[in-house]
């Protein structure tokens, strides 16, 4: 999905106040390939003082200004061309690491303040966007920003240095030739602009396309057991055949254009030489032109127009460069939508109360799931929440830990606006061990202390036993040093949500949200969780979502919802008596007759 942050304004303009905070690396890189150009622009200069020299002899330019002798002249050119080209080097080198630092610097900046905003943003957001192209934009749009900055903005710049002091020497030399030369000029400056312009938008295309491709390559590689158990390989390679072929095909149309500057430069730089060769010979001739200023016009006259050449080459990859900066930057420019309160908030200080007070919740082109939801949890109570699919009971997850703003009422912690706390004080105030577990690369024990970095071994352990984990940890190969492989494909589920219990165990936050924990689990594990949740829950306040009720039945109080609303409350046994919707799921649940279920 493309997201359309506003109006794209200069993109040049957006990078370069983006990397303000770098303006002396700038400075000095700038510096760096302005004298670099200009010694380099100095041997034609060399070469018309050296025919000088040897035509007019004692009467040259250099036996005006004290070098009387042609030795001495020729020594002193000689001098000249070594300080020149000793410069030129010493610059060249200085520009090539100075720009290359820049363009290192500025990918890892942008990089690390995209990924940091993109952490700051909303649910909402990564449900609508897809992680290929957020992917795109974070390696390859950054990618190609480096690129230019390497190469790009140093040429650009060394052309337009070319530009003004070549021409600026001609024109001061000899106005009449000089102008022959400016001729094509305007040109060719026609021929960039306009072909910038329709570069522009051919280049957002390709970026476009770049990010479905990669959003379609991530999409198949995560769900690759997916793919193979309903055997659509064929048509999976027929959609990504498609994508790569969109992509190919926008490039296409850009390169199409892109390649047809060149030849245009070629037959302006010929005219303005060929001009040059036979005006300036001619006045020469005619005694009317120095030797050595004929000279130097003919080789300088190739050094004004053939970089020229180049352009086409560098506006390009500057294109390329634009229409990823901004990519790049609408994304560091999505608005935040859940800002972080001001109040500090110590998890040891946390009591635990939470209330929803006339809370209304819908989902970004959904009906409303939630409608003046009111609901007290007590202090170090556990409350077990169940409800058909979509009844809203991880909705109210999701809102406790700020991850969508609500639309309306409020929800507070202690009798205090979760809203006025700081974000991060509020959620590690909150342990989840969420249905869709998420392990990271690493090994066992990386990621039972995920967040708590500072665990020692014997917490570790402690966790996990008391996650009922400890037993198949030891039988893994290497024990807690054992890799999960990526998203912890090499564990089976259940020891998956094992170790996310555990991991949350050793948060040892005041407030545990348990969103079908035990789904993946067998009933002999689960039954051994349920033990080991009566020490887990204790002096803590805890939310038990489940399907299965056994789960949820020694909670202090159990809430039924349907379609956002509770329709029931109570506990276990005063449900079964008196309650119709949660007696029906038990009665499915626990499969007895009917007057055997009369007898609980």
Request: net charge positive; with cysteine; hydrophobic share 45%.
């Amino acid at each position: 999905m493309v997201r359309k942050i506003r109006p794209v304004n200069n993109p040049l303009l957006r990078l370069l106040s983006s990397i303000r905070t770098q303006r002396n690396l700038i400075i000095a890189a700038i510096t760096s390939s302005i004298l670099n150009k200009i010694f380099d622009l100095a041997p034609p200069v060399l070469i018309g003082l050296s025919v000088d020299v040897v035509v007019r002899e004692q009467s040259s330019w250099l036996a005006s200004i004290g070098f009387s002798t042609v030795p001495s002249q020729l020594g002193i050119l000689a001098l000249l061309s070594f300080v020149i080209w000793t410069a030129e080097s010493l610059f060249e080198y200085l520009y090539g690491v100075l720009w290359r630092n820049l363009a290192q610097s500025t990918q890892h900046n942008l990089r690390i303040r995209a990924y940091e905003h993109l952490q700051k943003l909303e649910m909402a957001f990564f449900e609508s966007d897809s992680t290929g192209r957020l992917m795109s934009i974070l390696n390859d749009d950054i990618n190609q920003l480096e690129r230019f900055l390497d190469h790009g903005a140093n040429q650009i710049l060394q052309l337009i240095i070319t530009v003004l002091a070549v021409g600026g020497a001609m024109a001061f030399m000899a106005p009449g030739i000089a102008l022959l030369a400016f001729l094509p000029i305007p040109l060719i400056l026609w021929g960039s602009i306009n072909f910038q312009e329709k570069l522009a938008p051919r280049y957002r295309e390709v970026r476009e396309r770049a990010g479905d491709l990669a959003a379609r390559i991530s999409n198949n590689l995560g769900g690759m057991l997916t793919i193979k158990s309903f055997a659509t390989e064929s048509w999976e390679l027929e959609r990504l055949r498609i994508d790569s072929d969109s992509y190919r095909k926008s490039n296409k149309r850009a390169i199409k254009l892109s390649a047809g500057f060149i030849p245009l430069i070629r037959f302006a730089i010929l005219f303005a030489f060929l001009a040059i060769l036979l005006v300036g010979g001619l006045e020469t001739w005619e005694g009317n032109l120095a030797v050595g200023t004929y000279s130097f016009l003919v080789f300088i006259t190739q050094r004004l127009l053939w970089p020229l050449t180049t352009l086409g080459n560098t506006l390009d990859e500057y294109q390329r460069s634009m229409a990823s900066t901004n990519r790049v930057l609408d994304l560091i420019d999505t608005p935040i939508t859940i800002s972080s309160g001001l109040r500090k908030l110590n998890p040891k200080d946390v009591l635990g109360e939470i209330q929803f007070k006339n809370v209304n919740f819908h989902y970004k082109g959904r009906s409303k799931i939630l409608r003046n939801f009111d609901l007290t949890i007590p202090k170090g109570s556990t409350i077990g929440i169940v409800g058909a699919t979509g009844s809203g009971k991880s909705t109210l997850v999701k809102l406790l830990l700020r991850l969508y703003p609500i639309s309306d009422g409020e929800i507070r912690l202690d009798g205090r606006s979760i809203d006025s706390f700081c974000l991060k004080d509020l959620r590690r105030s909150i342990a989840l061990v969420s249905q869709d577990v998420y392990l990271f690369h690493g090994t066992v024990g990386e990621n039972i202390s995920y967040g708590n970095e500072k665990a020692s071994n014997q917490e570790i352990y402690k966790a996990a036993e008391l996650a009922e984990a400890s037993s198949f940890i030891k039988d893994l190969p290497h024990g807690y040093q054992t890799l999960v492989g990526e998203r912890g494909q090499r564990l089976s589920g259940g020891q998956r949500q094992r170790i996310a219990l555990a991991r949350a165990i050793l948060k040892d936050a005041p407030i545990l949200i348990l969103d079908e924990a035990t789904a993946a689990v067998d009933n002999e594990t689960e039954a051994a969780i349920q033990r080991s949740l009566e020490k887990i829950t204790a002096n803590r306040t805890t939310i038990v979502i489940a399907h299965r009720l056994s789960t949820v039945r020694h909670a202090d109080q159990i809430i039924v919802l349907d379609k956002g609303k509770i329709i029931e409350s109570g506990s276990h046994e005063s449900l079964l008596k008196s309650s119709h919707a949660y007696k029906q799921l038990w009665r499915v649940q626990a499969g007895v007759r009917e007057n055997e279920f009369l007898k609980l």
